[in-house]
């Protein structure tokens, strides 16, 4: 097969199954885009990868969110505060990202892989408090919690160059205790805000591969509609799902970091 027709083949199958996972289980994009894109699409720099995978995944998001946005599911005051907080940290981390070894920075990249999908693995089902909302009467109880969670939640995003949904979710709930469906939709501001404040500072710097990009944001787009319409008709099995997808982030972090040791040693 032609190198250019197998490349965008592969970049647009990847950016199916990052839409997918965004519309089937509310997150996971992010922390598939990177390792797609190094050892499926073959992007040589993981600095590329990084500045690539948060541009599509940032307009996967955004047009889940109009999905949830739709459905009436987005704690929009929460999520603004959240995801304005967690600008500032994002652009912190993504400079502090691009002044690291790339290899090493994929060694830690794959580590968090590892955590994130350990802590999916104890997620809490539904429940919380539906008709939670930012006001003047709860601004002084929320506001703390929300700015300084999504500040830490966007420093970590804009560092590995992840949209951060899995950590956006259980941060949400922590500081507000909306329930499981309400996380998901408000989260995914954050994602989409995260993952252009990172694709920024990595396109300023040249780090992107536009062509890549677009290929997985369109075939992202196929690929959130199929997951949404397949959420809705296995509903009763999606914690199933969340377990089966753990197991695979946990799986694709520890063959990452475990190529990354070699580097990891040489920094240490």
């Not at 950016?15 to 190094?38: C, D, H, N």
């Amino acid at each position: 097969m032609d190198p250019a027709l197998a490349f965008g083949l592969l970049a647009v199958l990847s950016g199916m199954l990052v839409g997918l996972s965004l519309g089937l289980i509310g997150g996971g994009g992010s922390i598939l885009a990177v390792p797609l894109l190094l050892y499926v699409v073959g992007v040589g720099s993981p600095h590329i990868a990084i500045g690539t995978g948060a541009l599509a995944v940032a307009a996967n998001a955004a047009f889940s969110l109009a999905m949830h946005a739709r459905a009436h599911t987005v704690k929009w005051p929460c999520a603004l505060v959240f995801a304005a907080a967690g600008i500032a940290g994002a652009a912190l981390g993504a400079r502090l990202g691009k002044a690291m070894n790339g290899e090493v920075l994929l060694a830690l990249f794959g580590g968090v892989m590892v955590l994130v999908g350990a802590a999916m693995f104890i997620r809490r089902g539904q429940g919380g408090n539906p008709d939670v909302r930012l006001d003047r009467a709860s601004a002084p109880r929320l506001l703390p919690p929300l700015a300084g969670t999504g500040f830490m939640v966007g420093g970590l995003s804009g560092f590995f160059g992840i949209g951060g949904g899995f950590l956006i979710v259980p941060g949400l709930i922590t500081a507000t205790a909306m329930p499981m469906l309400n996380a998901i939709g408000s989260s995914l501001v954050s994602v989409t805000v995260f993952g252009l404040t990172t694709a920024t500072s990595y396109a300023i710097s040249d780090l992107i591969d536009w062509q890549a990009a677009g290929l997985m944001v369109a075939g992202g787009l196929a690929g959130s509609l199929a997951g949404l319409a397949l959420a809705k008709r296995l509903a009763g099995s999606r914690q199933a799902l969340s377990v089966v997808f753990a197991a695979i982030v946990i799986a694709t972090g520890v063959y990452i970091v475990w190529s990354g040791i070699p580097a990891m040693a040489a920094f240490l």
